[in-house]
């Protein structure tokens, strides 16, 4: 008896071994899997392999900063800003975690088309009044694997203990297998239906790598814009804090000469009265960047108790960014083609339409006769013969399963749903066409602008400096007012907050148009541009489904 026994006693013992791991190793076999998929799928999009943790960091710098650990960071530039994101920006977080789960559910997918392994065991003691009569225990394993052509193969194998403890008889024990195939021969049938769920699931993925991209790449170009938007405040402070202390000279100089009996008190007060409204906008532009970086802090993840500086060469170093040739961008029909061949969230909208197609497929389906092979065979071992089976007692059965397509309204709505899908999932790809050429239109226009806006920021600052500095000369031989100086200096610092102003309208209208062509790259050094001249993959109408297309 025991040694009959043996096998199914290690197989329980292996069986209950395997089950005991703990909620942890389950987390982590799970991390493994999604991890490996993940790095998969992003290294052959976009050739990045980048690591991906969910996990938080008990030791990142927001919390560091809440621990008192770290109390300012100086000199960040687009690549530190970007780090810090990574690893505390809120959106991003949830962005990953996005991409965790769509991995999630292809291990989910893989897991129910492969081999599944189940067992169990029950114990039983059975009595009347004060006294036990039977006692008895059941064991089983079962695996149930699903076939290419759309069959479900179930296979199963259990034994039984018995006995009667009034009897004094021993333990008797049997053992049992069966083994059941149900094969679709219309509906249900053929790859396409069977993997759908996988299919699905593995394009959606797909699409998460994709969005994830994307949501990278505008974070940086984000980030970038705030940066600039801090750096181009300093400037203003610096530019507005150099015009009240110029003001304030001319001021003194006034006094002076006022009270030479030189010059008019009116002109004295003019120079006071420029002086207070240069140290009230002095005073406002301080307040703007405190709160620009207090935005920023909280849009990066941290604390606004952190003390912030930037590093002022960012503004230089991101202007300079090799855009190749920028008459290349003037051509709209060469932009878009780049565009639509490179835009991860366009060519999400694409695939979708054939995701629609593929469903309307698989809902038609459901419409069909449900025709299927249906065999079993079951057999039971003599008592205390545990694994010895005599054929000749095995059971066998073979037979067909109609389901009549009657009643099918529910299957009807569903196909009907599909194919309205398909349609707007169609008519959603081309809208999103035609949003990239109007963004892109855009794109070049307000590039052009910029850049024009730019140079003549650059005459207008010369001009303002030459205009004060005659100012000055002829106020000096008394062919100039005080008001003339004033509005001379006045001119000079509007000049020079508008140059700074055009320069970063213009680095980060080269910075979006790349974005929306698909070319600009997250890397450690914080931005670059892709070089691509592919054409578009995109075709240039797209066909709406029709029911005849789905049942031909």
């Not at 650990?69 to 990953?96: F, K, P, T």
């Amino acid at each position: 008896m025991s040694s009959r026994q043996s096998p199914f006693f290690y197989l329980a013992l292996g069986l209950v071994a395997s089950a005991c791991q703990s909620p942890a190793e389950y987390a982590a076999e799970a991390d493994d899997e999604v991890y490996a998929l993940v790095s998969e799928r992003r290294a052959a999009l976009f050739e990045d392999a980048e690591a991906l943790d969910i996990e938080p960091n008990p030791r990142s710098l927001r919390q560091r900063v809440l621990a008192g650990e770290v109390a300012s960071l100086e000199q960040l530039g687009l690549a530190q800003c970007l780090e810090i994101a990574a690893e505390n920006q809120r959106d991003l977080q949830r962005r990953q975690e996005s991409l965790y789960l769509a991995a999630l559910d292809v291990t989910l997918e893989r897991w129910l088309l492969g081999p599944i392994l189940a067992a169990g065991a029950d114990a039983e003691l059975l009595g009347l009044g004060a006294e036990a009569h039977t006692a008895s225990a059941d064991s089983s394993a079962s695996l149930t694997a699903v076939l290419g052509s759309g069959a479900i193969l179930v296979g199963q194998i259990g034994l039984n203990v018995f006995r009667d403890l009034l009897s004094g008889e021993g333990w008797q024990a049997t053992s049992n297998f069966s083994l059941a195939l149900t094969q679709p021969l219309l509906r249900g049938a053929g790859k396409l239906i069977l993997y759908e769920p996988l299919t699905q699931a593995e394009r959606s993925l797909v699409y998460e790598v994709r969005e994830f991209e994307r949501f990278r790449r505008e974070l940086a170009v984000n980030i970038a814009g705030q940066l600039l938007r801090i750096l181009q405040q300093a400037d203003t402070i610096e530019n507005e804090r150099k015009n009240f202390e110029r003001v304030s000279e001319i001021r003194k100089r006034n006094e002076a000469l006022a009270a030479a009996g030189r010059l008019s008190d009116i002109q004295v007060d003019q120079a006071s009265q420029d002086e207070l409204s240069s140290e009230n906008r002095l005073i406002d532009v301080r307040q703007d960047f405190e709160s620009q970086l207090d935005g920023f802090k909280l849009f990066l993840g941290l604390p606004p108790a952190i003390e912030l500086t930037v590093n002022p060469g960012e503004l230089t170093r991101l202007a300079a960014v090799d855009l190749g040739d920028e008459a290349d961008f003037r051509g709209l029909e060469a932009t878009v083609a780049i565009a639509l061949a490179r835009r991860p969230d366009f060519l999400v909208a694409v695939d979708r339409v054939l995701d629609a197609e593929r469903q309307a497929q698989v809902a038609a389906d459901a419409l069909r006769l449900g025709f299927d092979l249906v065999s079993q065979i079951d057999g039971t071992s003599g008592t205390n013969q545990p694994l010895r089976y005599n054929f000749n007692q095995v059971s066998w059965s073979l037979g067909l399963a109609l389901d009549l397509p009657v009643n099918r309204l529910p299957e009807r709505n569903a196909y009907r749903s599909a194919l309205i899908t398909w349609q707007r999932s169609a008519r959603d790809a081309d809208l999103a066409r035609d949003n990239i050429e109007v963004a892109l239109r855009d794109d070049l226009r307000n590039l052009t602008a910029r850049r024009e806006s730019f140079a003549i920021q650059e005459n207008a600052v010369a001009l303002a400096a030459q205009r004060v500095e005659s100012s000055e000369l002829n106020q000096k031989a008394g062919r100039a007012s005080t008001r003339d100086l004033l509005e001379a200096q006045s001119a000079l610092v509007s000049s020079q907050n508008a140059l700074t102003r055009a320069l970063i309208d213009y680095t980060l209208a080269r910075l979006t148009m790349v974005l929306d062509m698909g070319l600009l790259r997250v890397t450690e050094d914080g931005i670059s541009i892709e070089n691509y001249t592919g054409a578009a993959v995109f075709p240039s109408e797209i066909s709406l489904p029709t029911g005849e297309a789905i049942t031909e």
